[in-house]
């Protein structure tokens, strides 16, 4: 009973002492890229496809850069359920991204990964890395520096389309969007 009692009083002798506070955690500000369009659903902001989107880069930011814009090479590559494999169409779309890249070498780059509804969360943030990467290895293999490059995962955290079987739906979501920042001058 006495070796209980002490062990109970050194317990909270130790538990009242100043013990190191966990380290803050600073995150960086994010951009929210999605609104709600007229029918209440999820419109991405990046999506070139739809009227009023831009990226830096097309005319009538202000951002404009010498020659062609690179809404004109296309910022989405979409890939097959489960697959971070590029299709032919994917390689032509990022063939042109790397193009313009390679001429606009002032800007850097986000490649965000994205997957559809089913599967775990952990599933689909891997495979949204694993498409993200496959994208930044195409565009480094195409002579776009790898330093320029940094890739995100999102999962299926921020769907281009809020579905919840239909198929042609689904395969909206599993894409990698290539975003291009603002130069270091601001331009």
């Given at each position: 009973?006495?070796?209980?009692?002490?062990?109970?009083?050194?317990?909270?002798a130790l538990s009242a002492c100043?013990?190191?506070?966990?380290?803050?955690?600073?995150?960086?500000?994010?951009a929210d890229l999605y609104m709600t369009g007229p029918d209440g659903t999820a419109i991405y902001r990046g999506d070139v496809n739809r009227p009023g989107t831009r990226l830096p880069?097309?005319?009538?930011?202000?951002?404009?850069?010498?020659?062609?814009?690179?809404?004109?090479?296309?910022?989405?590559?979409?890939?097959?359920?489960?697959e971070a494999t590029l299709s032919d169409d994917a390689r032509d779309t990022l063939t042109r991204q790397a193009a313009w890249l390679t001429q606009n070498a002032a800007y850097p780059v986000m490649v965000e990964g994205h997957a559809d509804e089913p599967g775990t969360r952990e599933f689909n943030l891997a495979l949204g890395a694993r498409r993200a990467t496959s994208v930044r290895e195409y565009l480094v293999s195409?002579?776009?520096?790898?330093?320029?490059?940094?890739?995100?995962?999102?999962?299926?955290?921020?769907?281009?389309?809020?579905?919840?079987?239909?198929?042609?739906?689904?395969?909206r979501n599993r894409r990698a969007v290539t975003i291009v920042g603002q130069t270091q001058a601001g331009t």
């Open positions: 009973m006495r070796v209980t009692l002490t062990m109970i009083a050194a317990i909270a100043n013990m190191p506070s966990d380290p803050q955690v600073v995150s960086a500000p994010v880069g097309d005319p009538g930011t202000g951002m404009t850069a010498p020659g062609t814009s690179f809404a004109a090479a296309g910022d989405t590559v979409y890939f097959s359920e489960a195409k002579g776009v520096a790898a330093n320029r490059i940094q890739t995100v995962s999102y999962g299926k955290e921020r769907p281009a389309s809020i579905c919840a079987s239909e198929a042609s739906c689904l395969a």
